[in-house]
Nanobody
Framework: QVQLVQSGGGLVQAGGSLRLSCAAS????????MGWFRQAPGKEREFVAA????????SAADSVTGRFTISRDNAKDTVYLQMNSLKPEDTAVYYC??????????????????????????WGQGTQVTVSS
């Protein structure tokens, strides 16, 4: 059982930046793809970004591309989400998640699979991000 503990988040003005962190409890962290999702009040959980096991491949939603960056440090069992140029519509509870990918896959499979919440077996506790206008 992998436990994911999130930190970061909070209140920021539009145009500002925040960094979210998600630390895993096990050394098997490097064997999982890591994703970030968010859920705003009254809306479904939506994909934000994901990064493969080695950190060599990433995928991000169109709404955050160019503003958010996902990264990971396997030595620290931690994944990060750097959020810049924040907008009020980024306000949501953000969740990190960990899941397995098959041993071999292509780029098209990766970008499709990592956007599905069903891929992920483990979820963080969630952290609130509020962007004021």
């Amino acid at each position: 059982q992998v436990q994911l503990v999130q930190s970061g988040g909070g209140l920021v003005q539009a145009g500002g930046s925040l960094r979210l962190s998600c630390a895993a409890s096990e050394r098997t962290f490097s064997s999982y793809v890591m994703g970030w999702f968010r859920q705003a009040p009254g809306k479904e959980r939506e994909f934000v970004a994901a990064i493969n096991e080695s950190g060599g491949s990433t995928s991000a939603a169109d709404s955050v591309t160019g503003r958010f960056t996902i990264s990971r440090d396997n030595a620290k069992d931690t994944v990060y989400l750097q959020m810049n140029s924040l907008k009020p519509e980024d306000t949501a509870v953000y969740y990190c998640a960990a899941g397995p990918l098959p041993p071999f896959y292509g780029p098209s499979y990766f970008s499709t699979a990592v956007a599905r919440p069903s891929l992920y077996h483990y979820w963080g506790q969630g952290t609130q991000v509020t962007v004021s206008s």
